[in-house]
Nanobody, 128 residues
Framework: QVQLKDSGGQPVQTGGSLKLSCAAS????????MGWFRQGPGTARDVVAA????????YYAHSVNGRFTISRDNAKNMVYLQMNDLKPDDTAVYYC?????????????????????WGQGTQVTVSS
């Protein structure tokens, strides 16, 4: 059974930093591209960042480029999202997701429909 357990969300003030973590189990982690998404109240679930299965290629949404960093540790089955200079607009539930890429041809996957498994979400609240 595939499980993605995302964690690390908490209240933080504007300008602060957080590091989200996602622990994957029940899958061959290195065969999966990974992504972080977020969903605010009344909004769609949008991509924040994505990383290919080897970790050598990344994608960022324009709104977070230069502030957020996605990384992964295939030996530990973990993916991370380092978030710096947080703004109130970053307030959302953050989800990690896994997209099968057994042939290594998909690279980064920047859209939600491309993902096969999702974490339960972790709340990030940025106050001004």
């Amino acid at each position: 059974q595939v499980q993605l357990k995302d964690s690390g969300g908490q209240p933080v003030q504007t300008g602060g930093s957080l590091k989200l973590s996602c622990a994957a189990s029940g899958l061959t982690f290195s065969n999966y591209a990974m992504g972080w998404f977020r969903q605010g109240p009344g909004t769609a679930r949008d991509v924040v960042a994505a990383i290919n299965r080897r970790g050598g290629s990344t994608y960022y949404a324009h709104s977070v480029n230069g502030r957020f960093t996605i990384s992964r540790d295939n030996a530990k089955n973990m993916v991370y999202l380092q978030m710096n200079d947080l703004k109130p607009d970053d307030t959302a539930v953050y989800y990690c997701a896994a997209a099968l890429d057994s042939r290594g041809t998909r690279g980064t996957v920047p859209a939600a429909p491309g993902y096969d498994y999702w974490g339960q979400g972790t709340q990030v609240t940025v106050s001004s």
